[in-house]
Protein backbone atom coordinates (compact mmCIF):
# COMPACT_ATOMS: atom_id res chain seq x y z
CA UNK A 1 0.00 0.00 0.00
CA UNK A 2 2.85 2.72 0.79
CA UNK A 3 4.51 1.81 -2.37
CA UNK A 4 1.59 2.61 -4.57
CA UNK A 5 0.90 5.56 -2.37
CA UNK A 6 4.23 7.01 -2.79
CA UNK A 7 4.19 6.49 -6.28
CA UNK A 8 0.94 8.44 -6.58
CA UNK A 9 2.57 11.62 -4.42
CA UNK A 10 5.43 11.19 -6.92
CA UNK A 11 3.08 11.86 -10.04
CA UNK A 12 1.37 14.56 -8.32
CA UNK A 13 4.20 15.74 -7.64
CA UNK A 14 5.60 16.14 -10.82
CA UNK A 15 2.16 16.98 -12.25
CA UNK A 16 2.17 20.07 -9.83
CA UNK A 17 5.85 20.69 -10.89
CA UNK A 18 4.61 20.52 -14.41
CA UNK A 19 2.22 22.97 -13.84
CA UNK A 20 4.13 25.28 -12.15
CA UNK A 21 6.48 25.59 -14.90
CA UNK A 22 3.77 26.45 -17.63
CA UNK A 23 2.52 28.96 -14.95
CA UNK A 24 6.02 30.22 -14.86
CA UNK A 25 7.12 30.19 -18.87
CA UNK A 26 3.98 32.00 -19.80
CA UNK A 27 3.97 34.85 -16.98
CA UNK A 28 8.15 35.27 -17.63
CA UNK A 29 7.92 35.26 -21.52
CA UNK A 30 6.21 37.51 -24.00
CA UNK A 31 4.95 34.65 -26.52
CA UNK A 32 5.04 35.69 -29.89
CA UNK A 33 8.00 37.25 -31.41
CA UNK A 34 7.52 41.32 -32.02
CA UNK A 35 5.23 41.75 -35.12
CA UNK A 36 6.93 43.14 -38.06
CA UNK A 37 5.53 46.23 -39.67
CA UNK A 38 1.99 46.16 -41.75
CA UNK A 39 2.78 45.63 -45.07
CA UNK A 40 2.47 48.48 -47.43
CA UNK A 41 0.04 50.07 -48.81
CA UNK A 42 -2.02 47.87 -46.98
CA UNK A 43 -3.80 45.09 -48.93
CA UNK A 44 -7.26 44.11 -49.66
CA UNK A 45 -7.97 40.84 -47.12
CA UNK A 46 -11.05 37.99 -46.72
CA UNK A 47 -13.09 37.31 -43.66
CA UNK A 48 -14.44 33.85 -44.23
CA UNK A 49 -17.76 33.10 -42.06
CA UNK A 50 -19.44 29.41 -41.81
CA UNK A 51 -23.06 29.92 -40.80
CA UNK A 52 -25.86 27.49 -40.09
CA UNK A 53 -28.93 28.17 -38.67
CA UNK A 54 -26.87 31.39 -37.22
CA UNK A 55 -29.72 34.00 -37.10
CA UNK A 56 -29.44 34.82 -33.29
CA UNK A 57 -25.52 35.04 -33.33
CA UNK A 58 -24.41 36.14 -36.54
CA UNK A 59 -25.58 40.47 -36.21
CA UNK A 60 -23.05 40.55 -33.37
CA UNK A 61 -20.11 39.46 -34.77
CA UNK A 62 -21.16 41.26 -38.51
CA UNK A 63 -21.72 44.38 -35.81
CA UNK A 64 -17.79 43.70 -34.96
CA UNK A 65 -16.48 43.34 -38.29
CA UNK A 66 -18.25 46.74 -39.22
CA UNK A 67 -16.25 48.56 -36.57
CA UNK A 68 -13.10 46.90 -37.23
CA UNK A 69 -10.16 49.86 -37.23
CA UNK A 70 -9.54 49.08 -41.31
CA UNK A 71 -10.36 50.67 -44.68
CA UNK A 72 -13.85 49.31 -45.28
CA UNK A 73 -13.00 49.02 -49.19
CA UNK A 74 -10.42 46.54 -48.18
CA UNK A 75 -12.62 44.37 -46.84
CA UNK A 76 -14.38 41.27 -48.46
CA UNK A 77 -16.68 39.19 -46.20
CA UNK A 78 -18.23 36.39 -47.51
CA UNK A 79 -20.35 34.02 -45.34
CA UNK A 80 -21.09 31.08 -45.92
CA UNK A 81 -24.91 29.90 -45.24
CA UNK A 82 -25.05 25.71 -45.11
CA UNK A 83 -28.65 24.91 -45.27
CA UNK A 84 -29.49 27.30 -42.84
CA UNK A 85 -33.06 27.11 -42.04
CA UNK A 86 -33.80 30.17 -39.26
CA UNK A 87 -33.51 32.91 -42.12
CA UNK A 88 -29.23 33.58 -41.52
CA UNK A 89 -29.01 34.79 -44.65
CA UNK A 90 -31.78 37.47 -44.90
CA UNK A 91 -30.51 38.46 -41.25
CA UNK A 92 -26.73 38.42 -42.70
CA UNK A 93 -28.03 40.89 -45.71
CA UNK A 94 -30.07 43.11 -43.38
CA UNK A 95 -27.38 43.76 -40.63
CA UNK A 96 -24.61 44.83 -43.78
CA UNK A 97 -26.95 47.13 -45.45
CA UNK A 98 -25.00 49.96 -46.24
CA UNK A 99 -21.55 48.60 -46.01
CA UNK A 100 -18.94 50.28 -47.62
CA UNK A 101 -16.83 47.21 -48.57
CA UNK A 102 -17.68 43.82 -50.33
CA UNK A 103 -20.07 41.46 -48.62
CA UNK A 104 -21.85 38.37 -50.37
CA UNK A 105 -24.22 35.75 -48.55
CA UNK A 106 -22.85 32.31 -50.79
CA UNK A 107 -25.53 30.02 -50.96
CA UNK A 108 -23.86 26.22 -49.86
CA UNK A 109 -25.73 24.00 -52.33
CA UNK A 110 -23.25 20.87 -52.79
CA UNK A 111 -20.11 19.09 -51.53
CA UNK A 112 -16.34 19.83 -52.62
CA UNK A 113 -14.50 17.03 -52.72
CA UNK A 114 -13.84 15.13 -49.52
CA UNK A 115 -15.15 18.17 -47.31
CA UNK A 116 -18.09 18.38 -45.08
CA UNK A 117 -19.67 20.60 -43.00
CA UNK A 118 -17.77 23.58 -42.24
CA UNK A 119 -14.61 22.33 -43.94
CA UNK A 120 -16.87 22.40 -47.51
CA UNK A 121 -18.49 26.17 -46.19
CA UNK A 122 -15.29 27.37 -46.23
CA UNK A 123 -13.81 24.98 -49.48
CA UNK A 124 -16.54 27.70 -51.64
CA UNK A 125 -15.96 30.45 -49.63
CA UNK A 126 -12.31 30.18 -50.46
CA UNK A 127 -12.87 29.57 -54.27
CA UNK A 128 -14.77 32.97 -54.07
CA UNK A 129 -12.49 34.76 -52.24
CA UNK A 130 -10.13 37.52 -54.42
CA UNK A 131 -7.47 38.17 -51.80
CA UNK A 132 -4.03 37.24 -50.62
CA UNK A 133 -5.17 36.31 -46.62
CA UNK A 134 -8.29 34.70 -45.46
CA UNK A 135 -9.27 35.70 -42.06
CA UNK A 136 -11.34 33.12 -40.38
CA UNK A 137 -13.76 33.18 -37.90
CA UNK A 138 -17.20 32.02 -36.52
CA UNK A 139 -20.78 33.42 -36.46
CA UNK A 140 -20.76 33.18 -32.95
CA UNK A 141 -17.56 35.41 -32.26
CA UNK A 142 -17.03 39.17 -31.56
CA UNK A 143 -13.83 40.56 -33.05
CA UNK A 144 -11.90 43.84 -31.58
CA UNK A 145 -11.56 46.69 -33.70
CA UNK A 146 -7.96 45.65 -34.37
CA UNK A 147 -8.10 42.35 -35.13
CA UNK A 148 -6.92 42.59 -39.06
CA UNK A 149 -3.83 44.44 -38.05
CA UNK A 150 -2.93 42.78 -35.39
CA UNK A 151 -2.92 39.14 -37.30
CA UNK A 152 -1.74 40.50 -39.98
CA UNK A 153 1.17 42.37 -38.89
CA UNK A 154 2.54 38.60 -37.98
CA UNK A 155 2.08 37.43 -41.03
CA UNK A 156 5.86 37.66 -41.94
CA UNK A 157 7.71 35.96 -44.88
CA UNK A 158 7.37 31.72 -44.39
CA UNK A 159 4.33 32.11 -42.37
CA UNK A 160 1.17 30.31 -43.20
CA UNK A 161 -0.84 30.49 -40.33
CA UNK A 162 -1.30 33.41 -37.46
CA UNK A 163 -4.08 32.23 -34.38
CA UNK A 164 -4.92 34.68 -31.74
CA UNK A 165 -6.65 33.75 -28.86
CA UNK A 166 -10.46 33.22 -28.35
CA UNK A 167 -12.07 34.12 -24.44
CA UNK A 168 -15.64 32.34 -23.89
CA UNK A 169 -17.44 35.37 -22.04
CA UNK A 170 -21.27 35.13 -20.47
CA UNK A 171 -23.17 36.31 -17.62
CA UNK A 172 -23.92 32.64 -16.07
CA UNK A 173 -21.34 31.07 -13.23
CA UNK A 174 -21.71 28.52 -15.96
CA UNK A 175 -20.33 30.63 -18.59
CA UNK A 176 -17.49 32.24 -16.27
CA UNK A 177 -16.14 28.66 -15.57
CA UNK A 178 -16.08 28.09 -19.55
CA UNK A 179 -14.26 31.14 -19.88
CA UNK A 180 -11.75 30.44 -17.57
CA UNK A 181 -11.14 26.64 -19.01
CA UNK A 182 -10.31 28.53 -22.30
CA UNK A 183 -7.82 30.47 -21.42
CA UNK A 184 -5.88 27.98 -19.20
CA UNK A 185 -6.10 25.58 -21.94
CA UNK A 186 -4.61 28.23 -24.41
CA UNK A 187 -2.07 29.44 -21.47
CA UNK A 188 -0.09 25.58 -21.77
CA UNK A 189 -1.09 25.75 -26.19
CA UNK A 190 1.22 28.95 -25.91
CA UNK A 191 3.89 28.01 -23.42
CA UNK A 192 4.39 24.83 -25.51
CA UNK A 193 4.01 26.53 -29.26
CA UNK A 194 6.78 28.90 -27.69
CA UNK A 195 9.11 25.98 -27.53
CA UNK A 196 8.74 25.63 -31.08
CA UNK A 197 6.41 22.67 -31.04
CA UNK A 198 2.95 23.58 -32.78
CA UNK A 199 -0.17 22.33 -31.28
CA UNK A 200 -3.26 23.63 -33.40
CA UNK A 201 -5.01 26.80 -34.45
CA UNK A 202 -8.04 28.80 -33.63
CA UNK A 203 -10.88 27.86 -36.46
CA UNK A 204 -12.32 31.13 -34.95
CA UNK A 205 -9.72 33.31 -34.72
CA UNK A 206 -7.15 32.29 -37.29
CA UNK A 207 -5.30 34.05 -40.50
CA UNK A 208 -4.14 31.90 -43.45
CA UNK A 209 -2.41 33.13 -46.29
CA UNK A 210 -3.77 31.82 -49.35
CA UNK A 211 -0.49 30.60 -50.49
CA UNK A 212 -0.30 28.57 -47.72
CA UNK A 213 -3.72 26.85 -48.30
CA UNK A 214 -3.56 26.67 -51.85
CA UNK A 215 0.14 24.87 -50.97
CA UNK A 216 -2.37 22.10 -49.14
CA UNK A 217 -4.91 21.71 -52.21
CA UNK A 218 -7.98 22.88 -49.72
CA UNK A 219 -10.23 21.79 -47.74
CA UNK A 220 -11.47 19.87 -51.16
CA UNK A 221 -8.42 17.76 -50.82
CA UNK A 222 -8.21 17.23 -46.91
CA UNK A 223 -9.39 14.14 -45.30
CA UNK A 224 -12.34 15.08 -43.54
CA UNK A 225 -11.95 16.03 -39.92
CA UNK A 226 -14.89 17.03 -37.44
CA UNK A 227 -11.57 19.27 -36.40
CA UNK A 228 -11.09 20.98 -39.61
CA UNK A 229 -9.04 23.86 -38.38
CA UNK A 230 -6.53 21.50 -36.85
CA UNK A 231 -7.00 19.18 -39.90
CA UNK A 232 -5.19 22.53 -41.97
CA UNK A 233 -2.76 23.92 -39.52
CA UNK A 234 -1.23 20.64 -39.65
CA UNK A 235 -1.54 20.26 -43.58
CA UNK A 236 0.34 23.86 -43.78
CA UNK A 237 2.70 23.24 -41.84
CA UNK A 238 3.33 20.08 -43.64
CA UNK A 239 3.54 22.37 -46.83
CA UNK A 240 6.63 24.04 -45.35
CA UNK A 241 5.04 26.69 -43.90
CA UNK A 242 5.61 28.49 -40.23
CA UNK A 243 3.07 29.46 -38.16
CA UNK A 244 2.69 32.05 -34.85
CA UNK A 245 0.44 31.77 -32.27
CA UNK A 246 -0.18 35.18 -30.64
CA UNK A 247 -1.43 35.75 -27.15
CA UNK A 248 -2.60 39.22 -26.93
CA UNK A 249 -5.70 41.45 -26.08
CA UNK A 250 -5.61 43.43 -29.00
CA UNK A 251 -6.88 40.26 -31.11
CA UNK A 252 -9.01 38.84 -28.50
CA UNK A 253 -12.11 37.20 -30.45
CA UNK A 254 -15.01 36.68 -27.77
CA UNK A 255 -17.06 33.99 -27.59
CA UNK A 256 -20.95 33.14 -27.10
CA UNK A 257 -20.51 30.11 -24.24
CA UNK A 258 -21.93 26.65 -24.87
CA UNK A 259 -25.50 27.32 -23.18
CA UNK A 260 -25.45 23.60 -21.46
CA UNK A 261 -23.66 20.72 -20.33
CA UNK A 262 -25.30 18.81 -23.19
CA UNK A 263 -23.84 21.42 -26.10
CA UNK A 264 -20.42 21.69 -24.25
CA UNK A 265 -19.84 17.56 -24.03
CA UNK A 266 -20.57 17.65 -28.02
CA UNK A 267 -18.44 20.36 -28.22
CA UNK A 268 -16.05 18.37 -26.14
CA UNK A 269 -16.62 15.25 -28.14
CA UNK A 270 -15.98 16.82 -31.80
CA UNK A 271 -12.54 18.29 -30.13
CA UNK A 272 -11.02 14.82 -28.48
CA UNK A 273 -10.97 13.41 -32.56
CA UNK A 274 -8.58 16.47 -33.34
CA UNK A 275 -6.50 15.17 -30.66
CA UNK A 276 -6.19 11.89 -32.43
CA UNK A 277 -3.90 13.29 -34.42
CA UNK A 278 -1.61 15.61 -32.05
CA UNK A 279 2.14 13.95 -32.25
CA UNK A 280 2.23 10.84 -29.58
CA UNK A 281 4.71 13.17 -27.46
CA UNK A 282 1.96 15.69 -26.74
CA UNK A 283 -0.81 13.11 -26.66
CA UNK A 284 1.15 11.09 -24.08
CA UNK A 285 1.44 14.68 -22.11
CA UNK A 286 -2.00 15.41 -22.40
CA UNK A 287 -2.83 11.99 -20.60
CA UNK A 288 -0.23 12.40 -18.35
CA UNK A 289 -2.14 16.19 -16.95
CA UNK A 290 -5.54 14.06 -17.31
CA UNK A 291 -4.33 11.84 -14.72
CA UNK A 292 -4.51 13.84 -11.62
CA UNK A 293 -8.21 13.33 -10.33
CA UNK A 294 -7.87 9.56 -10.45
CA UNK A 295 -4.87 10.08 -8.73
CA UNK A 296 -5.86 11.91 -6.13
CA UNK A 297 -8.36 9.78 -5.63
CA UNK A 298 -5.92 6.82 -5.05
CA UNK A 299 -4.12 9.38 -2.50
CA UNK A 300 -7.49 10.36 -0.36
CA UNK A 301 -8.13 6.24 0.14
CA UNK A 302 -4.61 5.17 0.97
CA UNK A 303 -3.33 8.24 2.31
CA UNK A 304 -6.30 10.21 3.94
CA UNK A 305 -8.35 12.92 3.31
CA UNK A 306 -6.17 15.55 4.69
CA UNK A 307 -3.63 14.95 2.78
CA UNK A 308 -5.76 14.93 -0.53
CA UNK A 309 -6.85 18.17 0.12
CA UNK A 310 -3.31 19.54 0.68
CA UNK A 311 -2.85 18.66 -2.94
CA UNK A 312 -5.77 19.39 -4.39
CA UNK A 313 -4.90 22.69 -2.59
CA UNK A 314 -1.36 23.00 -4.39
CA UNK A 315 -3.67 22.28 -7.89
CA UNK A 316 -5.79 25.42 -7.07
CA UNK A 317 -3.08 27.75 -6.42
CA UNK A 318 -0.51 26.90 -9.28
CA UNK A 319 -3.48 26.54 -11.51
CA UNK A 320 -4.45 29.87 -10.60
CA UNK A 321 -1.59 31.42 -10.63
CA UNK A 322 -1.59 30.45 -14.85
CA UNK A 323 -4.54 31.49 -15.24
CA UNK A 324 -3.95 34.70 -12.87
CA UNK A 325 -1.56 35.73 -15.89
CA UNK A 326 -3.36 34.46 -19.28
CA UNK A 327 -6.34 36.70 -18.10
CA UNK A 328 -4.22 39.78 -17.54
CA UNK A 329 -2.18 39.35 -21.27
CA UNK A 330 -5.85 38.93 -22.53
CA UNK A 331 -7.03 42.19 -21.17
CA UNK A 332 -9.27 40.65 -18.73
CA UNK A 333 -9.28 40.10 -14.51
CA UNK A 334 -9.66 36.57 -13.25
CA UNK A 335 -12.30 35.84 -10.31
CA UNK A 336 -10.32 34.02 -8.05
CA UNK A 337 -13.61 33.14 -6.34
CA UNK A 338 -14.32 30.67 -9.46
CA UNK A 339 -11.27 28.77 -8.60
CA UNK A 340 -13.31 26.19 -6.30
CA UNK A 341 -16.14 26.02 -8.72
CA UNK A 342 -14.05 25.27 -11.49
CA UNK A 343 -12.77 22.22 -10.36
CA UNK A 344 -16.00 20.44 -9.83
CA UNK A 345 -16.25 21.54 -13.33
CA UNK A 346 -13.35 20.07 -14.41
CA UNK A 347 -13.66 16.99 -12.72
CA UNK A 348 -17.07 16.48 -14.38
CA UNK A 349 -15.85 16.78 -17.39
CA UNK A 350 -12.86 14.36 -16.94
CA UNK A 351 -15.46 11.88 -16.25
CA UNK A 352 -17.44 12.59 -19.33
CA UNK A 353 -14.26 12.01 -21.60
CA UNK A 354 -13.29 9.58 -20.40
CA UNK A 355 -17.06 8.13 -21.25
CA UNK A 356 -16.35 9.24 -24.55
CA UNK A 357 -12.57 7.31 -24.86
CA UNK A 358 -14.17 4.27 -23.64
CA UNK A 359 -17.20 4.33 -25.70
CA UNK A 360 -16.70 6.66 -28.55
CA UNK A 361 -20.14 7.41 -30.43
CA UNK A 362 -21.20 10.15 -33.07
CA UNK A 363 -20.06 13.26 -32.99
CA UNK A 364 -23.29 15.48 -33.16
CA UNK A 365 -22.67 19.36 -35.13
CA UNK A 366 -24.77 21.67 -36.30
CA UNK A 367 -27.49 19.55 -36.36
CA UNK A 368 -25.56 16.90 -39.01
CA UNK A 369 -24.02 13.50 -37.48
CA UNK A 370 -20.37 12.12 -38.00
CA UNK A 371 -19.04 8.93 -37.58
Not at 82 to 100: I, N
Not at 173 to 202: I, N
Not at 261 to 285: H, I, K, S
Request: glycine letters at 12%; hydrophobic letters at 50%; one cysteine or more.
Amino acid sequence: MSLLLNALLLYLSLWLLGMGFTAWRFASRRGAAAPGSLPGPLPRVSILIAARDEAAALPRCLASLRALDYPAELLEILVGDDGSTDGTAAVAETAMRGFEGQFRVVSITDMLGQARGKANVLAHLTRRATTNYFFITDADISLPASWIKGLLAHAGPGVGTVTGITAVRGPRLFHQVQGLDWLLSLGMVQVVSDLGRPVTAMGNNMLVTRAAYEATGGYEALPFSVTEDFALFQAVLAAGFGFRQVFQANIRADSLPMPTWAALLRQRQRWLRGVAGLPLRLRLELLFFSGFWPALAGVACLGGAGLALGVWAAKMLVQGLLAHAAHRRAGLRLRWALLPLFEGYTLSLTAAIGFFQLFGGTVVWKGRRYK
